[in-house]
């Protein structure tokens, strides 16, 4: 069968010079979460030059580009633009020196650890090898460049800003993540594909005192420990066997002197769960494993657990993805072309598609150098391999670049094809 998108990706090695150098520029200017201005702006210089209708400011930052092309379906692709307050170790010559400031008024170093910029740079040139070629499809094209994906506010903001209001329903939301793996390679799956998220902080009341002295203090350290260490057993105990969790506490801050017994402690948590039903029951087990331990320390206040952020669990539509994936296997040989459990990561991509009540489908692409990803398949050594959000993470940009436009391009065109 032929293959719809070959027409519209004739021009992509042509394009492809100057897409490895927007995304080495992009790379090199990492912007924080709600910051995204400079990588806006060169988002919405592109589509303009293109011919697309272009919104910018859409909650705060986001851009969205509409290019319509006579009667047909609407499809949506989105990227997200910010990066994380990490220094960047990879190593490569267009490395992010870069610092920020962040929400809290502090300077941060800040990097693309994630790869946000090489989601920026495919949808990129998505969109203009779209408006170079129109005569290969028909229908409307929304190109949606997305802030706050780290911080898990910019689809929401996008949405309290009328994206649903101000622009065409689409009948498939359509997104990808760079992630470790053969570069050259694309995965994904029907149903749940990434999980939902829950982040936590736990501020814990005692009684300070001098250190020496610690029958006077009702110690929030200890007490804190105890959390800690009572929490690993939910997954371990409460969870079964054939479900999914995770239970992750990466800050705990108690005191500034050693001699000295503090008044509180703080815990920072976050969950990971790919079932309702699994997600209520580990919070609830959180909240009565806090409460149980400061009422066995005596503690004088009953903890503060506040939501610091969530993300929902995204789900791909059974028959968007079986289209999705039936595009993907005419447009690269089988080998590239991979089936994939969940991933414990998380997204608020799938925010487009639940609350709009459109199919979604959400795939990964590698940008591991195949050779690197080989040795360490081979050795038992894939946990090794700098994952996402490492200071050392840099997806190799050959072919990543080219697979992952490639895989949009197929993907949307399951639905525009004329």
Known sequence: MTDPSNSLLANLPGLLPKLEALYKDVHAHPELSMQENRT????????????????????????????RNGEGSTVML?????????????GVGYASTVTATDAEGNTTPVAH?????????????????????RESWRGTLMVVFQPGEETAQGAQAMIDDGLFKRFPKPDVVLGQ????????????????????????????????????????????????????????????????????????VGVLQAGTKENVIPDEAIIKLNVRTFDEGVRRHVLAAIERIVNAEAQASGAPRVPEITQLDRYPLNINDKQASDRVAEALRRHFPADRVRHTGPAPASEDFGCFGSEWNAPSVYWFVGGTDPEIYAKAKAAGQINDL??????????????????????????AMAWLAK
């Open 40 to 67: 806006a702006d060169i988002a919405a210089k592109h589509l303009r030059g293109n011919g697309y209708e272009v919104t910018t400011g859409l909650g705060k930052t986001g851009v969205v580009g509409l290019l």
């Open 78 to 90: 989105r990227a997200d633009m910010d990066a994380l307050p990490v220094k960047e170790a990879s």
């Open 177 to 248: 993540h760079v992630m470790v793996g053969p570069s050259g390679t694309v995965a994904g799956s029907a149903g749940p594909i990434t999980s939902a998220a829950d982040s936590l902080q736990i501020r814990l009341f005692g009684r300070g005192a001098h250190g020496s002295m610690p029958q006077a203090s009702i110690d929030p350290v200890v007490m804190a420990a105890a959390v800690v260490l009572r929490l690993q057993t939910i997954v371990s105990r409460e969870v079964a066997a054939t479900d999914a969790a995770v239970v992750t």
């Open 386 to 411: 700098p994952v996402n959000h490492s200071p050392l993470f840099a997806p190799v940009i050959h072919p990543t670049l080219q697979t992952g436009i490639e895989a949009m391009v197929a993907g």
């Open 113 to 133: 650890a994630c790869g946000h910029d090489m989601h920026v740079a495919w949808l990129i040139g998505v969109a203009a090898l779209f408006a170079q070629q």
